[in-house]
T-cell receptor, first 111, second 113 residues
Framework: RKEVEQDPGPFNVPEGATVAFNCTYSNSASQSFFWYRQDCRKEPKLLMS???SGNEDGRFTAQLNRASQYISLLIRDSKLSDSATYLC????????????FGSGTQLTVLP | DTGVSQNPRHKITKRGQNVTFRCDPI?????LYWYRQTLGQGPEFLTY????????KSRLLSDRFSAERPKGSFSTLEIQRTEQGDSAMYLCASSFSPPMGAFFGQGTRLTVV
């Protein structure tokens, strides 16, 4: 089982739609959580951190459920420019400090 | 530009040759990560430095790979005796400690022919 798992998609949604991605992680001793966005053949870019209380940044809302070991990303009012791959990232506690990435969920917003 | 910088952007090499990549992190960041990414996959962790100390190295990393970060500033990643399976995008990222999310460079795309 992968340490961080995501539905690869693709998710094809019309402009203006609301779309949600989930991500599960296997290590309960996880410390920090992030969502990254990656455009085709570009580097990953930090979209937002995910806090225990949930957090919002404009049209984007991230939530964390430690009991069930999953995080989610909700995108409201999708724009064409939201088309990208969304990567779930977990930093596990303990001696390991690397950021562990999921394989990504591909989103295409259609006109 | 004060972001993470990687050089070269592209490298084509013959199988069996050695290659070296360089990463210049954001200057205030004391953590530096190397990742490898192939098509359709998320970035795969290779190694991680805090200042000049290499604190973690992936078990998947063969002994053909070595990384350094002298003086806790820039870092180099060397691959010896390259194989076709080494073809990938090599990404460098840096962050504060504790991490508030890491910032990536544009990557070095390696093609082994």
């Amino acid at each position: 089982r992968k340490e961080v798992e995501q539905d690869p998609g693709p998710f094809n949604v019309p402009e203006g739609a609301t779309v949600a991605f989930n991500c599960t992680y296997s290590n309960s001793a996880s410390q920090s959580f992030f969502w990254y966005r990656q455009d085709c053949r570009k580097e990953p870019k930090l979209l937002m951190s995910v806090y225990s209380s949930g957090n919002e940044d404009g049209r984007f809302t991230a939530q964390l459920n430690r009991a069930s070991q999953y995080i989610s990303l909700l995108i409201r009012d999708s724009k064409l420019s939201d088309s990208a791959t969304y990567l779930c990232v977990v930093q596990f506690s303990g001696s390991a400090r690397q950021l562990t990435f999921g394989s990504g969920t591909q989103l295409t917003v259609l006109p | 530009d004060t972001g993470v910088s990687q050089n070269p952007r592209h490298k084509i090499t013959k199988r069996g040759q050695n290659v070296t990549f360089r990463c210049d992190p954001i200057s205030e960041h004391n953590r530096l990560y190397w990742y490898r990414q192939t098509l359709g996959q998320g970035p795969e962790f290779l190694t991680y430095f805090q200042n000049e100390a290499q604190l973690e190295k992936s078990r998947l990393l063969s002994d053909r790979f070595s990384a350094e970060r002298p003086k806790g500033s820039f870092s180099t990643l060397e691959i010896q005796r390259t194989e076709q399976g080494d073809s990938a995008m090599y990404l460098c990222a840096s962050s504060f400690s504790p991490p508030m999310g890491a910032f990536f460079g544009q990557g070095t795309r390696l093609t082994v022919v």
